[in-house]
């Protein structure tokens, strides 16, 4: 058989997710990993997890391991409806709140709900690869939308919806990634207006806002206009990524087409790993773990931004993200990062070049993504200095 | 917003899935259910599944929670490769082995990385909703394959493919669902060389010939035709549907396109559910399990076949599966299944109209699906008589 006759359009459209071949540079024994976006595995509960799965047993026994409602497990829509109510300022429903297969799962739904070929969708520069390999196999037009230190510029979102009807934007509004950068409470407050006078759908994609290490909590943008925001939650950065549970709040005209889909897709997200979040969430294991995880990440962040500050020449400026995992680094104009990464790797320090985190591909050979959620303090210390030395 | 200018021309095709809808039905208290298509609770290891949690966080620790590869937890990929070899006749090595979230996974990827739009499908009719659903999507046109007892008849695709060019066919050779048929030996390979000679790609999906009640194994196509054929296995029927795990093999010049695929949809299936799968795998507890699974199926197949010849008017012909979940019931043409259905659900006994099972609609009226996994055998003869009054 002829593979280019036997793989669809959109298939050819794809390629592999860079960011995953890097990490298998990584995995090689001795590198020092600054690429990944992955939580440390010592903050995982693993003295919860293994009750948790005999309470599950004796709480929901042959059913935990059923086929499911492709809505969600009951129990933990419940579960999430209280979360998002009493942390993040939402008056929802269990109802109103749908299980994912990881925010992945709920960003293929939009993308295949949504998107028909050449539909506009826009973004952020630079934004979430995993959302772009979502969406790529509906093959839409990006339209990027310019950004500073405090995210989207609301003006710039405003100044394309005058000219150009969007499917829908797509933020990380929180500790974005890769920049780490938030939006400001004004910032969210007129982009929720801008979205309701245009009458327009948001993507808000918030993975990361509960690993805040400085600052107050900002409401996301879905409180604001709930009609107009479809909002993405998981618990992959404060219970365990293995177990790929997601979910969102759409508006409500869409819920029943997203279930639909999903339908075909998974059928449902795995019951068992359900009822694990819903226990977790139900005895309380988030709020006792949560303080431990900003510990151990809180002086990881620090440590980064201080060798950055010791150890960088002035002209590469770098984000000072109040949470999340991830600091963003700029370079004059006209430097290329990949080059960088080459060398660096030689000498077993490894990153993610900031050009994969760009819709159109010719943006970016300047910057880096930097994660500080995997090595210890004196790794990240050693490991900016090596790359200082290298710059 | 107004939701026709938002969703995708994709989904204006989309409807519920008919049979989902009916499971709503069915979970009315006092209803008698042959209409699912799911395992007894009572065939799950659930004494098994509490020792493997703790041997998986033992044996694995933190690593069973962490974000894992797209291919697979490469423990189970060793574990399903031993089985397919030592099983059903395979000669596979672990990087051949893919896991999915359930077959359903693998069915969306399969759709998601070969359908373009008018893109032709062969497939049998009646044949498995699920798949459908997997498909439609992705817009192709299904062409009808002719079926008997026997399952697909061979000189009916070599008829179609000496016409038309499929992008592939699809099939359930094996206790199918919904009709409970399986092809013979002469069937599978005559199907294996007709592939071949027309260089053809075969979707074998094979969800139940580990549920075998009489007769002997029959190898898939697959090892019949290696190159030509995507060979579909899943856990849901032989320990837990709640966990969602299935497996592929494709043709090795696919692999790389379906992982891509999969990436965007939901980055990897559960690392903990598949840990568990490979505990489950490589300490025997199949090989032990399995026996209880069918000596629990074996008796409601025979007290359904049983009640049918005792109750069913002759004119009313019923297929007799070797294994599966399934018996199908075919009334004189004319008949109207849809509207026993409904007189049948104010008894409380449900099943379902095998109309939903036709790829082209105003097929099947006069056809049924009876399911006889979950019912035990006096309920299952009770509720045969009660259909049999009504018919």
Not at 78 to 91: I, S, T, V, Y
Not at 147 to 161: C, M, N
Not at 291 to 298: F, G, S, V
Request: proline fraction near 7%.
């Amino acid at each position: 058989m002829q593979i280019q006759s036997l793989i669809a359009d959109r298939t050819h459209r794809m390629s592999v997710n860079a960011i995953r071949e890097i990490l298998k540079v990584v995995a090689q024994p001795g590198m020092i990993s600054l690429a990944g976006g992955i939580p440390a595995p010592e903050s995982f509960p693993m003295d919860i997890i293994h009750n948790l799965s005999r309470e599950v047993i004796e709480t929901y026994g042959s059913s935990a391991f059923q086929y499911g409602p492709t809505e969600g497990f009951t129990p933990l829509r419940k579960q999430l409806a209280d979360h998002l109510n009493k942390k993040k300022g939402f008056q929802v429903q269990p109802e109103q709140v749908f299980v994912s297969s990881g925010s992945q799962g709920a960003l293929d739904a939009v993308g295949k709900t949504l998107i028909s070929k050449n539909d506009k969708i826009g973004v952020e520069s630079p934004t979430y690869l995993g959302a772009i390999q979502a969406f790529d196999p509906y093959e839409p037009d990006y339209i990027t939308l310019d950004t500073d230190g405090d995210g989207l510029i609301p003006e710039s979102l405003e100044t394309v919806l005058r000219k150009t009807r969007l499917k829908f934007i797509y933020l990380v509004p929180t500790f974005q990634n890769p920049t780490g950068r938030t939006l400001t409470r004004e910032r969210r407050e007129h982009i929720a207006e801008i979205l309701v006078r245009y009458d327009t759908l948001l993507i808000e994609d918030d993975p990361y806002s509960d690993l805040r290490y400085d600052g107050g909590p900002l409401k996301p943008i879905k409180t604001m206009a709930p009609d107009h925001v479809l909002y993405i939650g998981t618990l992959s950065k404060v219970f365990a990524p293995g177990l790929r549970v997601g979910f969102y709040v759409p508006p409500a005209l869409l819920k029943d087409w997203l279930v639909i889909i999903k339908q075909g897709v998974d059928l449902h997200t795995s019951t068992f790993n359900q009822a694990l979040a819903a226990e977790y969430l139900s005895r309380n294991h988030l709020e006792h773990h949560l303080p431990h995880i900003i510990a151990l990440y809180k002086p990881k962040r620090d440590a980064m931004l201080k060798a950055l500050a010791n150890y960088f020449p002035a002209k590469f400026t770098c984000s000072r993200p109040q949470g999340g995992m991830f600091v963003w680094v700029e370079g004059p104009r006209g430097y290329n990062m990949e080059a960088l990464y080459q060398r660096a790797v030689k000498e077993n320090v490894a990153f993610v070049p900031g050009k994969y985190f760009f819709a159109d591909s010719q943006n970016g050979m300047e910057t880096m993504r930097l994660n500080f959620s995997m090595a210890d303090e004196a790794t990240i210390d050693h490991a900016i200095c090596v790359l200082s030395r290298l710059l």
